[in-house]
């Protein structure tokens, strides 16, 4: 089944950090460019972070840049977004999503988990 | 603030077409063909419904369909069905990032 599924969630107190997994599978995730994106409480999706098949080119939101970094260990399929010095405002569920078409692919998300709910607050 | 912008809401009744528009800028929309919108129901994920302007995903249902002129994006369902109802969301690249509407709230009346 091909699916990706987050994990690292939860309440953290302003300033701290936080490791979000996405582990993918029944596809050959090596192949894929893979994103971040996030969902405040009521609010609208804004993307986070992308980073290319081979690891190669990351981008990063200007709202999350010098705080938030998007990794990935092709060799055990996980995709990770590191979240440091993080503030109330990052308080959201986060997705995983798939780059739709593989290697350099295309700039949409064909295949989303179902999120991470990060929680900042003292 | 949203890269791009959507009405908050729109409505139609069974069996009607409505039209949802994405505004963006020459930077996004008016430069790239990588539009796509995304279908969320309460509680779930995004489901991509259609991407690069006017593709439709298999298994997406032909009811729904992509076009774009200038700086603006829409999206047309035909033969609104009360599963219909959800929130919908226009992206666009831009460079270096991707940038989200703030959405559309569809009501099937």
């Known amino acids: 089944q091909v699916q990706v599924m987050e994990s690292g969630g939860g309440v953290v107190q302003p300033g701290g950090s936080l490791r979000l997994s996405c582990a993918a599978s029944?596809?050959?995730?090596?192949?894929?460019?893979m994103h971040w994106v996030r969902q405040a409480p009521g609010k609208g999706l804004q993307w986070v972070a992308y980073v290319r098949f081979d690891g190669g080119n990351k981008y990063h939101a200007d709202s999350v840049k010098g705080r938030f970094t998007i990794s990935r260990d092709n060799t055990k399929n996980t995709l990770y977004l590191q979240m440091n010095s993080l503030r109330d405002e990052d308080t959201a569920i986060y997705y995983c999503?798939?780059?739709?078409?593989?290697?350099?692919?295309?700039?949409?998300?064909?295949?989303w988990g179902r999120g991470t709910l990060v929680t900042v607050s003292s | 603030q949203s890269a791009l912008t959507q009405p908050a809401s729109v409505s139609g009744s069974p069996g009607q077409s409505i039209t949802i528009s994405c505004t963006g800028t020459s930077n996004d929309i008016g430069h790239y063909n990588y539009v796509s919108w995304y279908q969320q129901h309460p509680g779930k994920a995004p489901k991509l419904i259609i991407y690069e302007v006017t593709n439709r995903p298999s298994g997406v249902s032909d009811r729904f369909s992509g076009s774009k002129s200038g700086n603006t994006a829409s999206l047309t369902i035909s033969g609104l069905q009360a599963e219909d109802e959800a929130d919908y969301y226009c992206?666009?690249?831009?460079?270096?990032?991707?940038?989200f509407g703030g959405g559309t709230k569809l009501t099937v009346l």
């Open positions: 999503a798939r780059q739709g078409g593989d290697y350099y692919g295309s700039w949409y998300f064909d295949l």
């Open positions: 992206a666009s690249y831009t460079i270096s990032s991707v940038g």
């Open positions: 029944g596809f050959t995730f090596a192949n894929y460019g």
